[in-house]
């Protein structure tokens, strides 16, 4: 009985061993796999929650660009985005959530459908800046969300003018996130669209196209880095090497602009 | 009268004895600070963050206040034998429950008061005032929302202890904050003798979230119409009589 004892105690400490050298590793793997050197200490407590906090700031970006007001994804059904400098009118839809009908005299209801806030509508001009605490808060709470990166980009460079303090935001996110190919593609786009640098846009969005290959992504996705590419390549007038890819592109998507570049560079092959 | 204002009168006394008001109100001025010293990418102008934390900080400093004063007035006195003086004076106990609100209100409204006036100053030093008559709206639901929350927790605070009172006053106030709207979407979208139980449900429980003009104040939306501010005006008077009549047919009950 006391030698079955000893046995039992030795097999459970040989396990106990094993079973932490196999934790350890994983710690390893894991704690390689996620560099916190950039997370200041307070935030590294929060461990995965950090992430949870952070999509939060972002949603409470989303909310302060609709005035504070929650809405629904189909009312944003039909809407054209405008871009910098075109009229927004497109945006200026306020319409009202559809309200159900309240008799009268059901006083309360009354009260509280007057108190709630319910009109639909964008943020405008000058305002749109008061979106960028959270954005940046997103980023710095959870430096792995590299959606804070990549929408705190464009609305200083796009929205805001702040061209080189979104490239310089940018690229902070790239350095902590160097296999990001969304936050490669919008540094080549914000090259190509608002510097026109077209040299560090090709070098950003060949990046960004190799980066991709290595994780799933869909057609869309492709077209964003490709069209791009293409149109930085001309700019450099490497047409040559942007053939390739217009044959690419009019494979994902057949259209008649597609066809006639493909015309016209096809005698440089 | 003079029997109930001394009951508040000891009340806001000890309000400035305890140490709960400072620590509020310096966490709140160091808070506001740090928010308000932030910078972002050389961008001016920033200012409805500051708001937003602002006001919630205001409403919720000033029920923490409310709430912890409100449910500890009776149990104690209770608990430590003081209520047979106080009975003995004679007092009738209505005046002790009113005295009681009354001493909650003003201890309440003095806090807030000052938690307010800190957030108008920071919201002057970020930017213009885009609407006054809003930020007084904001000033009368406050006192309103406190009056509400002090009559809440003063009815609990007759048959509850002061932990199991709070607790259950944050509770209210974050579940009818946070599902006010869903209680709302189930009435409208329930039918027959569900529905009417909902909607007796829904006039029955306190509308703390009629009080909060968050949104409003921080995205500078427009004021409210006068008839929604006397209609909640009138409701707090109602729903707070009605709370401390409760109150007092429950402690009238109570033998010591």
């Given at each position: 009985m006391k030698k079955n004892n000893i046995a039992l105690t030795f097999v459970c400490l040989a396990a106990i061993v094993l079973m932490s050298m196999k934790i350890d590793l994983y710690n390893c793997v894991y704690a390689e796999a996620q560099p916190v050197n950039d997370v200041p200490v307070f935030l590294r407590f929060l461990g995965e929650g950090r992430s949870i906090i952070s999509?939060?700031?972002?949603?409470?970006?989303?909310?302060?660009?609709?005035?504070?007001?929650?809405?629904?994804?189909?009312?944003?059904?039909?809407v054209g985005v405008a871009g910098v400098g075109e009229d927004c009118e497109a945006c200026k839809h306020s319409d009202k959530h559809s309200r159900p009908e309240v008799s009268p005299f059901n006083i309360l209801f009354r009260i509280s459908q007057e108190i709630d806030v319910t009109e639909h509508i964008h943020l405008q001009d000058s305002q749109i800046k008061e979106i960028v605490p959270w954005?940046?808060?997103?980023?710095?709470?959870?430096?792995?969300?590299?959606?804070?990166?990549?929408?705190?980009?464009?609305?200083?460079?796009?929205?805001?003018?702040?061209?080189?303090?979104?490239?310089?935001?940018?690229?902070?996110?790239?350095?902590?996130?160097?296999?990001?190919?969304?936050?490669?593609?919008?540094?080549?786009?914000?090259?190509?669209?608002r510097l026109k640098d077209?040299?560090?846009?090709?070098?950003?969005?060949?990046?960004?196209?190799?980066l991709m290959q290595k994780v799933p992504h869909d057609k869309f996705q492709e077209r964003f880095v490709l069209s791009f590419l293409v149109y930085s390549y001309e700019g450099m007038g490497q047409e040559k090497k942007a053939l390739p890819f217009y044959e690419y592109l009019n494979k994902l998507f057949p259209n008649d602009v597609f066809d006639k570049k493909i015309k016209r560079f096809s005698p440089l092959k | 009268m003079r029997a109930i204002w001394a009951i508040a009168g000891g009340m806001i006394k000890e309000l400035i004895r305890k140490k709960d008001f400072y620590v509020l109100l310096i966490f709140m001025l160091v808070i506001l600070g740090v928010l308000s010293a932030q910078t972002f990418f050389q961008i001016e102008g920033i200012s409805r963050y500051v708001r937003d934390f602002g006001y919630s900080?205001?409403?919720?400093?000033?029920?923490?206040?409310?709430?912890?004063?409100?449910?500890?007035?009776?149990?104690?006195?209770?608990?430590?034998?003081?209520?047979?003086?106080?009975?003995?004076?004679?007092?009738?106990?209505?005046?002790?429950?009113?005295?009681?609100?009354?001493?909650?209100?003003?201890v309440s409204v003095v806090s807030f008061t000052?938690?307010?006036?800190?957030?108008?100053?920071?919201?002057?030093?970020?930017?213009?005032?885009?609407s006054l008559s809003l930020l007084g709206q904001g000033f009368i639901f406050g006192i309103l929302f406190l009056c509400m929350t002090s009559a809440f927790a003063i009815f609990l605070s007759v048959f509850m202890t002061m932990a199991a009172n709070v607790t259950l006053s944050f509770l209210f106030y974050m579940i009818i904050g946070g599902f006010s709207s869903s209680i709302k979407e189930i009435?409208?979208?329930?039918?027959?003798?569900?529905?009417?139980?909902?909607?007796?449900?829904?006039?029955?429980?306190?509308?703390?979230?009629?009080f909060d003009l968050r949104v409003r104040i921080t995205h500078a939306w427009d004021p409210l119409p006068a008839w929604v501010v006397v209609s909640v005006s009138v409701y707090t008077f109602v729903y707070c009589f009605m709370l401390l009549s409760a109150a007092d047919r429950i402690f009238r009950r109570k033998k010591f």
């Amino acid at each position: 009985m006391k030698k079955n004892n000893i046995a039992l105690t030795f097999v459970c400490l040989a396990a106990i061993v094993l079973m932490s050298m196999k934790i350890d590793l994983y710690n390893c793997v894991y704690a390689e796999a996620q560099p916190v050197n950039d997370v200041p200490v307070f935030l590294r407590f929060l461990g995965e929650g950090r992430s949870i906090i952070s999509s939060m700031s972002i949603l409470q970006a989303d909310l302060y660009w609709h005035g504070g007001v929650g809405h629904f994804f189909e009312e944003h059904q039909g809407v054209g985005v405008a871009g910098v400098g075109e009229d927004c009118e497109a945006c200026k839809h306020s319409d009202k959530h559809s309200r159900p009908e309240v008799s009268p005299f059901n006083i309360l209801f009354r009260i509280s459908q007057e108190i709630d806030v319910t009109e639909h509508i964008h943020l405008q001009d000058s305002q749109i800046k008061e979106i960028v605490p959270w954005l940046y808060y997103a980023a710095e709470i959870d430096p792995g969300n590299i959606q804070a990166y990549t929408l705190t980009g464009f609305y200083l460079a796009d929205r805001l003018g702040k061209v080189s303090q979104g490239i310089a935001f940018l690229k902070e996110g790239l350095r902590k996130n160097p296999d990001s190919w969304e936050i490669n593609a919008e540094i080549g786009r914000i090259y190509f669209q608002r510097l026109k640098d077209h040299e560090q846009a090709v070098r950003f969005l060949s990046e960004a196209w190799n980066l991709m290959q290595k994780v799933p992504h869909d057609k869309f996705q492709e077209r964003f880095v490709l069209s791009f590419l293409v149109y930085s390549y001309e700019g450099m007038g490497q047409e040559k090497k942007a053939l390739p890819f217009y044959e690419y592109l009019n494979k994902l998507f057949p259209n008649d602009v597609f066809d006639k570049k493909i015309k016209r560079f096809s005698p440089l092959k | 009268m003079r029997a109930i204002w001394a009951i508040a009168g000891g009340m806001i006394k000890e309000l400035i004895r305890k140490k709960d008001f400072y620590v509020l109100l310096i966490f709140m001025l160091v808070i506001l600070g740090v928010l308000s010293a932030q910078t972002f990418f050389q961008i001016e102008g920033i200012s409805r963050y500051v708001r937003d934390f602002g006001y919630s900080m205001v409403m919720l400093f000033s029920f923490i206040i409310s709430i912890t004063f409100a449910a500890k007035q009776i149990p104690v006195e209770i608990e430590s034998r003081t209520i047979y003086p106080l009975l003995a004076k004679p007092l009738s106990r209505y005046k002790i429950i009113l005295g009681k609100f009354c001493g909650s209100m003003a201890v309440s409204v003095v806090s807030f008061t000052v938690f307010y006036a800190i957030f108008i100053s920071f919201y002057t030093a970020g930017g213009e005032i885009e609407s006054l008559s809003l930020l007084g709206q904001g000033f009368i639901f406050g006192i309103l929302f406190l009056c509400m929350t002090s009559a809440f927790a003063i009815f609990l605070s007759v048959f509850m202890t002061m932990a199991a009172n709070v607790t259950l006053s944050f509770l209210f106030y974050m579940i009818i904050g946070g599902f006010s709207s869903s209680i709302k979407e189930i009435i409208f979208s329930s039918k027959g003798v569900v529905s009417v139980l909902y909607g007796i449900l829904y006039y029955l429980l306190p509308h703390f979230e009629f009080f909060d003009l968050r949104v409003r104040i921080t995205h500078a939306w427009d004021p409210l119409p006068a008839w929604v501010v006397v209609s909640v005006s009138v409701y707090t008077f109602v729903y707070c009589f009605m709370l401390l009549s409760a109150a007092d047919r429950i402690f009238r009950r109570k033998k010591f």
